[in-house]
């Protein structure tokens, strides 16, 4: 493979190793993340997808290795000298997390007025109006998020996402809790996103289905390493056996022994033959 430069993507880790209390979650993970282009990061839950994207936004620092943006080093910037970077990202964590308390308008332009000083009325309303029409959700700027359903959240957190027009959008788990009609309607979202913005998108997700649809390039994540990387097909024909198992929803043989030997921690208060008839 050929070696990796800062100017080899719009994001590059060199190296990027991040250990926490003396275990390391990522090892030296070198990766270059192509501009306009959809990367989906997988793996088993607990390998570092959320830490890995953390250090992408420099929202965690790495213990040794480098991150660059657009070419410039951002793991050792200042907290002061990284909202210029952030403007230039936008965000949809695992969890959704809008302000319950502001209304959907307020939600909006919380990124606008944490990174700008836009304060015409006209301009901020036309900036939800916007945002909130791309993801079909113009009309809705005075609803409360308690009154909107899973699905509407995440467009919202969405629509959030890209108030400041980022250049790249992070995703953690966007159709978790979804079903597969609303995920769907996630994976559209961020299909259009790159078509009609040029958006480059990095999404965590567990669901290969989204993966599949809307990824031009998939990375698996295991032991703090990049296990498996390459575009659907490739990843759906992959021959390593953990790969298969974990794209296939399968449990190891490892982790079925792990759990025979934890079930016998049960046994005095679980007898099998309870359940006979
Ligand atoms: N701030 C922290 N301090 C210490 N350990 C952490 C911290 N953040 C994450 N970890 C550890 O790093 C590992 C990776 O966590 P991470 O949240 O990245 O997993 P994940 O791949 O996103 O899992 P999931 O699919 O369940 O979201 C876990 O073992 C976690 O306990
Ligand atoms: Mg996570």
Partial sequence: MAEIDKDSGI?????LTKVFNGKAVLEKLSIAIEKGKTTVIIGPSGC??????????????????????????????????LGKIRM??????????LFDSATVYENILFPVRQHTNISDRRQLDEIVKSKLAVVGLDGYQSYYPANLSGGQKKRVALA????????????????TGLDPVRSDVINELILKLKKELGITSIAVTHDMTSAYKISDRIVM?????????????????????TVRQFILGQVSEADVAALRVSGTKFASQFNPKDFEE
Avoid: C, S, W
């Fill in 11 to 15: 994001i590059v880790t060199k190296d």
């Fill in 48 to 81: 570092g997808k959320t830490v890995f994207i953390k250090h992408l936004i420099a929202l965690l620092r790495p213990t040794a290795g480098e991150i660059f943006f657009k070419g410039q080093r951002i793991d050792n910037l200042h907290e002061r000298d």
């Fill in 88 to 97: 230039q990202m936008g965000f949809l964590f695992q969890g959704g997390a």
């Fill in 160 to 175: 959030r996402a890209i108030a400041l027009n980022p250049e790249v959008v992070f995703y953690d788990e966007p159709t």
């Fill in 221 to 241: 994540l295991h032991k703090g390493k990049i296990l498996a990387d390459g575009d659907a097909e490739y990843i759906k024909n992959h021959p390593n056996d």
